[in-house]
């Protein structure tokens, strides 16, 4: 008969005096991961080879440290890479539609910014100054004077050789006017009527004569006004030049060696220049200032002289670690703003925004894949930038070809960027199967583990904790305490030899025991209040726990703890809810008839069982047929079924125990109602290890309390499954007392034997089993049940000949 296990099987303890310290206080917590090895292998491996598309997808359950791993060692890496250069956006004079990047080196591009902000302060000061100098408007008199006066001799000179025609020339509002003269005065109109006709028309014909000419020096004056106007811009372009090459010549010097920046000055250069008149006012030509590549708003047409510093790391000293939390298209690859003006949405290159590719441009870039998938074109538009290996800003709209507006293109910028994408398992595994991008973009997976070997982690586990409580400021742990976080990390992963890398559970463990060790008035963490915190946690969730234990002690809910029973024993499920799970027993039964070898799973026939369930109830026939009837067809049919079970019921681990109901039923043996049991089979008889048996075993352990503990009680678990043991401390004391016992089972045989105090019995050697044991009695039914069917086949095989005849 197997013994049941004894307390020290039943929950592996930390023995707290094999700490060296008495606080963590004393821990240097810096090392806040415990475990994670492949992880880190493979993040080193992915931030140290230098090749196109190892990028990295660090996955795993929220909540193991991805994320500040993935920062710790990117901090690390980084920390002996130089800063990446500074990158600008200016103004393409040639095509304004289209700026210019620049790349400077770390700290020069806001050295630059302000430069040229100063410059067109200055600027906007000296050319004023300029123009209104007495050289400048002394050589604008001049030309000014040489164009009027050659004009007013070219008319003098007329009208004196229209006096020797005795004509005069006079000047009238409405123009010039010609009227012939006698003695040096204009003759009348009813003099030169009495005239004689040919002197009028000899007088009218030179009239028309002259004013022929004077049309001709009419027409030569806007000419004349315009090689004026000419000559004037050549001074204005003359005067703004010693303006400005000054000051453009400091920025040259300054910026020595920077051939981008030389090229931009020089274009700076011409096009104030080029454009003074406009940028002053100084002629009637209202030069569109839009067209020469400002934006209407504040700063006028200076602002196309600006430089739009998007990138500075000018304060930094290494290579830069960004974490983008809101991954949007235009977060990621920067974007165009526009502003309203006069009804209409405009922009320019001083709009122009870096997005996360930008700022993380010669360093690292950490996202979140879920966030990242589940914004529109965020994801295509991560790829393409990689792919690529630049930045190009445009909308999603024009990368889609979905828009087409007039707007900026800016020049792309080399991109040289390492990504860490941060996701679960699933979304990793789903990008795999069904985008071939992924395979190409992210080379390197980085998995976190859940669990780590609990033999060399004890201490690591002191040190991380160490760490938690001083980045949460929170109070420092006694031995005691870190025995007891360290016993409920073993408890999370339901393994006696392996601990819970699950870093988010454990800090919440330790906020709320030192919020019970504050309410307590204690400096530091002990034990207690660790306990104190896993406690209310429970009870903040186990309402609906509560309620289905109350139902069965109320006996609403069918579970015996006493007694025998054919064809009925106490299984055990898991129910989960969020982060909280216990277990619950269930009354399994079975009923057999004569048939043709049927096992009816009545869930799966009433569509509330799943594939796995199903699965093992089919394990059974193959059990039964392989022990005992092998050479004989099995002549049954059986029922199976989980009472008073209103929902879904999925996985294996009540295969043994429908098992037990099923050969109970055919042996007409009753089954221990004191008894629950739980672990999957196999068609040899093996039971196998299940998950959840430490909550299956408690709610067994609390109903059984409930109804009162008789000593009898007790749970069957998978011999392979007592490693999983990390009990509560109330069923090590019930244990202990002998009130409740935890038995270890590796066949069927061992747990019908416990079930039925009857010998499960082996075939000798002559293939029989002992005359009286659990098996034999199985064999004789099913053998009787196959006479049966012959007797009724032979019968019904007589009818039908009978009727022939």
Wanted: glycine letters at 8%; a negative charge.
């Amino acid at each position: 008969m197997t013994e049941p296990l004894s307390t020290d099987l039943l929950r592996r303890t930390c023995d707290p005096s094999h700490f060296d310290f008495e606080t963590t206080a004393e821990l240097d917590g810096e090392h806040s991961i415990v475990g994670q090895d492949r992880a880190r292998e493979a993040i080193e491996f992915g931030v140290e080879i230098d090749s196109k598309g190892y990028n990295i997808f660090a996955m795993g359950t929220p909540g193991t440290g991805r994320r500040r791993l993935v920062d710790q060692l990117l901090e690390e890496a980084a920390q002996d890479q130089a800063a990446p250069p500074d990158w600008c956006y200016v103004n393409n004079f040639d095509d304004r539609r289209s700026p210019r990047a620049l790349e400077l080196p770390p700290g020069r591009g806001v050295e630059l910014r302000n430069d040229v902000q100063n410059f067109i302060d200055e600027i906007k000061r000296a050319l004023p100054a300029t123009f209104e100098s007495e050289e400048y408007q002394t050589r604008l008199q001049l030309i000014q004077d040489e164009v009027r006066q050659g004009h007013e001799d070219a008319l003098e000179e007329f009208r004196e050789r229209a006096s020797e025609e005795n004509i005069a020339v006079l000047r009238t509002p409405q123009g010039f006017v010609f009227a012939p003269i006698r003695d040096g005065d204009v003759v009348p109109p009813e003099e030169f009527q009495a005239l004689p006709e040919e002197e009028q028309k000899r007088v009218r014909t030179n009239i028309e004569e002259l004013q022929d000419e004077l049309q001709d020096i009419l027409r030569k004056v806007p000419q004349q006004q315009r090689e004026v106007q000419e000559r004037i811009r050549e001074l204005n372009q003359e005067m703004a030049g010693y303006a400005v090459d000054d000051l453009v010549d400091r920025l040259h010097k300054k910026y020595e060696g920077l051939k981008e920046v030389q090229e931009y000055l020089n274009a700076v250069r011409t096009d104030i220049v080029d454009n003074v008149d406009a940028l002053l006012n100084l002629s009637n030509e209202k030069d569109d200032a839009e067209s020469k590549g400002a934006v209407f708003g504040e700063g006028g047409p200076w602002r196309r002289y600006r430089v739009n510093l998007i990138v500075d790391h000018g304060k930094d000293d290494r290579a830069p670690v960004v974490f983008e939390d809101n991954p949007t298209y235009q977060h990621l690859i920067g974007q165009v703003e526009q502003i309203a003006r006069m009804g209409a949405l405009v922009t320019d290159f001083n709009l122009i925004k870096a997005g996360a590719l930008h700022r993380a441009n010669g360093g690292y870039l950490v996202v979140e894949a879920r966030k990242l998938l589940m914004h529109p074109y965020a994801w295509e538009g991560l790829k393409r930038a990689l792919q690529a290996e630049e930045l190009e800003i445009e909308s999603a709209g024009e990368a889609l070809g979905l828009i087409r507006t007039v707007t900026l293109d800016p020049e792309p910028i080399p991109l040289d960027v390492k990504v860490v994408l941060v996701g679960s398992r699933l979304v990793y595994y789903l990008l795999s199967a069904f985008d071939p991008d992924m395979a190409e973009l992210f080379k390197v997976m980085a998995d976190f583990d859940e669990e780590v070997d609990r033999n060399d982690a004890e201490t690591g586990y002191a040190r991380m904790l160490a760490a938690i409580t001083k980045r949460e400021n929170l109070r420092p742990l006694d031995r005691t305490a870190v025995a007891r976080v360290i016993d409920r990390g073993a408890r999370l992963v339901s393994d006696s030899e392996k601990l819970s890398t699950h870093m988010r559970s454990i800090s919440d463990l330790l906020r709320e025991a030192d919020y019970r060790a504050g309410k307590n008035d204690r400096d530091v963490i002990s034990a207690e209040h660790v306990q104190e915190a896993i406690d209310a946690k429970v009870r903040r969730a186990d309402r609906l726990r509560e309620r289905i234990y109350e139902a069965i002690e109320r006996d609403s809910l069918y579970v015996s703890t006493e007694g025998e029973q054919v064809g009925q024993v106490n299984g055990l499920s898991v129910l989960q809810q969020n982060e909280f799970s216990f277990g619950r027993p269930n009354r399994i039964t079975a009923r057999v008839r004569l048939g043709k070898g049927e096992i009816i799973d009545i869930e799966r026939e009433a569509a509330l069982g799943g594939p796995l369930h199903s699965k093992g109830v089919l394990i059974l026939s193959g059990f039964l047929s392989g022990r005992y009837a092998p050479n004989k067809p099995l002549s049954l049919t059986a029922s199976l079924v989980f009472e008073q079970s209103y929902g879904g019921i999925e996985g294996d681990s009540a295969s043994s125990a429908e098992l037990y109901a099923l050969l109970s039923a055919i042996a007409d043996v009753p089954l221990k109602q004191s008894l629950a049991v739980t672990g999957s089979v196999n068609q040899h008889g093996v039971v196998q290890p299940i998950g959840g048996v430490n909550e299956k075993v408690e709610g067994f352990f609390d109903v059984c309390r409930s109804k009162g503990l008789t000593g009898n009680q007790g749970v069957l678990i998978p011999a392979d499954n007592v490693k999983n043991l990390m009990l509560r401390q109330d069923v090590l004391e019930a244990a202990r007392e002998g009130r409740f016992h935890i038995y270890p089972v590796e066949t069927i045989d061992q747990g019908i034997e416990l079930l039925t105090d009857h010998e499960a019995g082996t075939r000798d050697e002559q293939g029989n089993y002992p005359e009286g044991s659990f098996n034999a009695r199985v064999e004789r039914r099913l053998e009787r049940l196959a006479d049966q069917r012959r007797h009724y086949a032979l019968r019904d095989g007589q009818a039908e000949e009978a009727a022939h005849e």
